[in-house]
Nanobody, 119 residues
Framework: QVQLVESGGGLVQPGGSLRLSCAASGIIFSIYNMRWYRQAPGKQRELVATTSRTGDTNYADSVKGRFTISRDNAKNTVYLQMDMLKPEDTAVYFC?????????????WGQGTQVTVSS
């Protein structure tokens, strides 16, 4: 059974930093794209950043230059380094990954971690 577990959320002041982690566990043969999404209260879930197996990255315009996505394939883990945080970054952050497990490929989600940016 494949699971994604996020950690690292919390309360931070504007201008501060946080690092989110998301570790995949279970019987895993391959992990394809890994992504971070976020959902603020009353808003739709939005894609924040994507990293491919080879490390190519893409970011939403709203976080370019402030957030960095990275992955450790040996640990089946994806990270999101968030710097220069703004109140509008407040949201629940979810990781997502395409994972080959046993004979199938599935789209998996973590449970979410709250990030609150406030003074």
């Amino acid at each position: 059974q494949v699971q994604l577990v996020e950690s690292g959320g919390g309360l931070v002041q504007p201008g501060g930093s946080l690092r989110l982690s998301c570790a995949a566990s279970g019987i895993i043969f391959s992990i394809y794209n890994m992504r971070w999404y976020r959902q603020a209260p009353g808003k739709q879930r939005e894609l924040v950043a994507t990293t491919s197996r080879t490390g190519d990255t893409n970011y939403a315009d709203s976080v370019k230059g402030r957030f960095t996505i990275s992955r450790d394939n040996a640990k089946n883990t994806v990270y999101l380094q968030m710097d220069m945080l703004k109140p509008e970054d407040t949201a629940v952050y979810f990781c997502n990954a395409g994972i080959r497990s046993m004979a199938s490929v599935g789209d998996y989600w973590g449970q979410g971690t709250q990030v609150t940016v406030s003074s």
